[in-house]
């Protein structure tokens, strides 16, 4: 009995194999990037390459497990799930005070050890964020709010209520 639902799961696992995937970066284009638009320190972009990008940007990179299914049906979700809370790639077209309201919430998720996610450093290890990487983003996204503040006028910076 054990070997039948062994087989039966072995064959519905290779099946599944022949799902199609997603498609993978679909816009690999950076024109409408972070960097674009503001000013962003090369150690501040080291770290958002390497700890937020893949699951936050058109530049993802998959690694070998993304391949297989069921994987492949996680991952993708999860990676579609992060780009529309947050994509990098696409942050020039946000307006501003989404821009201005994403800078905030970068600086919570990481100070309050949401991001990056346990699953994701676990196997990525070196997106682990030091004390100083942390301290390093709070202070640059608070310097960025800063300057957006002297720049443009207040209200532009409030999400209007609908």
Not at 120 to 126: A, C, L, P, R, V
Not at 137 to 161: E, G, H
């Amino acid at each position: 009995m054990i070997k039948k639902v062994l087989s039966v799961l072995l064959v519905i696992f290779l099946l599944i194999q022949f799902y199609p995937r997603a498609a993978k970066n679909n816009n690999p284009d950076a024109s409408n990037d972070l960097a674009r638009v503001h000013a962003v320190p090369q150690s501040v972009t080291n770290i958002l390459k390497t700890s937020c990008y893949d699951c936050h940007s058109n530049q993802t990179n998959y690694p070998w497990y993304s391949y297989i299914q069921p994987v492949s049906f996680w991952l993708n979700d999860h990676i579609v799930e992060g780009k529309k809370e947050l994509n990098f790639s696409e942050f020039a077209t946000y307006t501003l005070a989404r821009q201005f309201r994403k800078l905030e919430e970068i600086n919570g998720e990481v100070k309050d050890n949401e991001m990056p996610l346990e699953s994701y450093s676990f196997i990525h290890t070196d997106s682990k964020l030091s004390p100083e990487q942390k301290l390093l983003l709070a202070n640059w996204t608070d310097a960025l709010r800063d300057s957006m503040q002297k720049v443009y006028p207040p209200d532009s910076l409030v999400r209007k209520k609908k």
